[in-house]
């Protein structure tokens, strides 16, 4: 089945660690994005790729970092420099780099919690 | 102003009641308009889509847009128990640019 598959589904990490959260995808889409959700904030766009090797900033990159060597996986560090990692993290695609109709398809999300 | 107004409730609602979720926006250029539903701890799911103004109907599921008003809403007839989530209203406009999503109103149905 076609789909986004997020790993891992839990995550807890200690204060001042990198966490890689993994993203991949088999629908053949162009473009992935990473949102962070929040209570009460709604989806916050992090980074997002238009295509392999290229991506750009969303409204809340500080602290995070992402890379797109294959079309399938687009990669999600949290770095140490982010001040408030615990959160839901989801991966999403969509067929067009950003024109059209703009759909996406989402993961399952990963919950991070940093103690 | 915020681009996408949206209430965020919770809406409580008995079985088989007629829900009203809706969403303001100030964006004049957008054009293509979404409804996702996400339960608790999964990621959302696209469940209603439109382009421009108009109505959509799908089973239960009613999304319409007034363009002129700037609101979009999404009816939900004969609402059942399984309905409870939380529904997110998205939009962009016809360039290259990424949705912007509301912040969800939370619907609780109880049987």
């Known amino acids: 089945d076609g789909g986004i598959t997020q790993s891992p589904k839990y995550l807890f990490r200690k204060e001042g660690q990198n966490v890689t959260l993994s993203c991949e995808q088999n629908?053949?889409?162009?473009?992935m994005y990473w949102y962070r959700q929040d209570p009460g904030q709604g989806l916050r766009l992090i980074y997002y790729?238009?295509?392999?090797?290229?991506?750009q900033k969303g409204d809340i990159a500080e602290g995070y970092s992402v890379s797109r060597e294959k079309k399938e996986s687009f990669p999600l560090t949290v770095t140490s420099a982010q001040k408030n990692p615990t959160a839901f993290y989801l991966c999403?695609?969509?067929?067009?780099?950003?024109?059209?109709?703009?759909?996406?398809?989402f993961g399952e999300g990963s919950r991070l919690t940093v103690l | 102003q915020k681009e996408v107004e949206q209430d965020p409730g919770p809406l409580s609602v008995p079985e088989g009641a007629i829900v009203s979720l809706n969403c303001t926006y100030s964006?004049?250029?957008?054009?293509?308009f979404m409804w996702y539903r996400q339960y608790s701890r999964k990621g959302p799911e696209l469940l209603m889509y439109?382009?421009?103004?108009g109505n959509k109907e799908d089973g239960r599921f009613t999304a319409q847009v007034d363009k002129s008003s700037k609101y979009i809403s999404l009816f939900i007839r004969d609402s059942q128990p399984s309905d409870s989530a939380t529904y997110l209203c998205?939009?962009?406009?016809?360039?290259?640019?990424?949705?912007?999503f509301g912040k969800g109103t939370m619907l609780l149905v109880s049987p």
């Open positions: 999403a695609s969509s067929i067009l780099a950003g024109g059209g109709t703009g759909e996406l398809f």
């Open positions: 629908l053949n889409h162009d473009a």
């Open positions: 790729s238009q295509i392999v090797n290229d991506f």
């Open positions: 964006n004049s250029a957008f054009q293509y």
């Open positions: 439109t382009y421009s103004s």
């Open positions: 998205a939009m962009k406009d016809s360039g290259y640019s990424t949705l912007t």
